[in-house]
């Protein structure tokens, strides 16, 4: 990739923002840095912005948000540029961007409202990774958008059975951290992750447990498989984290309260 970068900084004026966008894209994937060529790229996409289309917009935006890049300058420029196109956006611009900004804890919450009311009418086109994103970005920043998240919540419960583990958990943890109470979606996500918990990893049991807890959902099925599931010895593979988090998911108050 050293090389690529180097022949990138030497054509930099001959790229467009396409190229530009599909260049950090690219980095980004195979989480590669360079900061000397992002400086740079930084500086021409400011210049070029005009000739983004939605899907380059998004795709920047998300580039930078995974290798956790912080330029507020171009961000800013990103989303001025995405405000004036998001009747353009597709599910997964509007997801990539909502996903970006609260990767970044941005808060520009006119932008983050315009993003909520773009995606509304376009939700039932939102595969179930588009629905996550979009719900677990509200929620890190603890954006409540109560018509959005209801609208969220119908097409996550149509779909529910598309949804893999991380989809899942993640979207549980999002209702729970925004305090929604919707009992078919949240009963659902139940269903389906208990035959699913061999899959799950123990992030993804730990986000299910918390989620569950505070909203006071009597589920002794979910229960009883989160705490069998906590009790499986653990791949070689695991992070360092990974015995803490088994030992709070084994204490925590939502296993506790069973039968």
């Not at 941005?106 to 996550?132: E, G, H, W, Y």
């Not at 002794?220 to 593979?237: G, N, Q, R, T, Y």
Request: glycine share 0%; aromatic share 8%.
């Amino acid at each position: 990739m050293s090389a690529i970068a180097f022949a990138s900084l030497a054509k930099l004026r001959e790229l467009n923002y396409q190229d530009l966008s599909n260049t950090v894209w690219a980095f980004a994937t195979l989480d590669c840095h360079n900061d000397q060529l992002m400086t740079a790229i930084s500086s021409a996409a400011r210049r070029r912005i005009e000739e983004a289309n939605p899907q380059d917009l998004s795709n920047m935006s998300w580039s930078l948000a995974n290798l956790l890049i912080s330029d507020d300058p171009l961000m800013e420029a990103l989303s001025e540029a995405s405000l004036k196109r998001l009747s353009d956006f597709c599910p997964q611009d509007i997801s990539n961007t909502a996903w970006a900004l609260s990767t970044m804890a941005c808060s520009n919450v006119p932008f983050l409202s315009a993003l909520a009311a773009a995606s509304r009418p376009k939700i039932s086109q939102f595969l179930p990774q588009n629905l996550t994103n979009l719900a677990w970005a509200d929620a890190v920043i603890m954006l409540l958008n109560a018509p959005l998240m209801t609208s969220l919540s119908e097409a996550a419960l149509k779909s529910i059975r598309e949804f893999d583990p991380q989809n899942l958990s993640n979207t549980a943890w999002s209702l729970s951290r925004l305090g929604i109470m919707h009992r078919p979606l949240l009963h659902s996500i139940a269903s389906a992750s208990i035959p699913l918990f061999t899959s799950f990893t123990v992030q993804d049991l730990a986000n299910t447990a918390w989620a569950y807890a505070p909203l006071e959902m009597s589920n002794w099925p979910l229960c009883d498989a989160i705490s069998s599931s906590a009790m499986v010895p653990l791949p070689s593979h695991q992070s360092s984290s990974t015995p803490a988090l088994r030992l709070w998911i084994r204490n925590s108050p939502f296993l506790q309260d069973g039968p």
